[in-house]
């Protein structure tokens, strides 16, 4: 196939795929999102009613080290998810509450999940986690210069294990089994590109 069947252009401007919207209007609440209905108009005329989904903004931590024979390892939890019914590996996160900043929430998530501090955190970037009808960003961080200072302050209903594991084997087995959260699947792919920008970690 050629390749110039479609545009080769990525700089292509996108005006015209933008469409107009009317004030949303919430049509659902409950304790972790909220549901809106907005009325929006094609620029070629055609009309809709969407939906869309109003969560907080979310925060997934890499918490990594080297340890004493000099692996690379990362911390990682293990826990029960209702939306799927099944445990799932995962780096920890949670939701930035009011009036909290991400970093804030990162460093709070961190601690609480797994007790550990970090000297030294970096925003490796921040994404929508479902654009077609979520409305909040994902905030992804790398954790370094890790202390552990405390035991778990977890929320009633959290039940997390933590496991210290190779990141060979967390990049290795990532997207499938129990690591198939696709938000830890986007997470590794940021992880990489910062690894490969340092030259290896």
């Not at 919430?26 to 907005?38: G, R």
């Not at 778990?152 to 594991?165: H, K, P, R, V």
Request: charged share 30%.
């Amino acid at each position: 196939m050629k390749s110039d069947i479609f545009t080769t252009d990525p700089n292509i401007d996108t005006m015209h795929l933008y469409w107009a919207s009317e004030k949303p209007e919430k049509i659902f609440k409950c304790p972790i999102f909220e549901v809106s209905k907005v009325k929006r108009q094609s620029q070629d005329g055609r009309v809709g009613d969407f939906i869309t989904v109003d969560c907080p903004e979310w925060v997934v931590i890499i918490p990594i080290f080297k340890d004493e024979n000099g692996v690379v390892r990362v911390v990682v939890e293990q826990q029960y998810r209702h939306g799927s019914d099944s445990v799932t590996r995962e780096f920890p996160a949670g939701l930035v509450e009011k009036d909290e900043d991400a970093l804030t929430a990162a460093e709070r998530e961190l601690l609480e999940e797994t007790g550990i501090k970090a000297s030294k955190i970096t925003l490796l970037g921040n994404l929508s986690p479902n654009n077609a009808f979520m409305s909040n960003r994902q905030y992804f961080f790398l954790a370094e210069d890790l202390e552990k200072v405390s035991g778990q302050n977890l929320d009633q209903n959290e039940e997390i294990d933590i496991l210290s594991l190779p990141l060979a084997d967390v990049i290795d087995q990532m997207g499938s089994g129990i690591s198939d959260n696709a938000l830890m699947m986007a997470a590794t792919g940021l992880l990489l590109k910062e690894e490969k920008k340092r030259g290896g970690f």
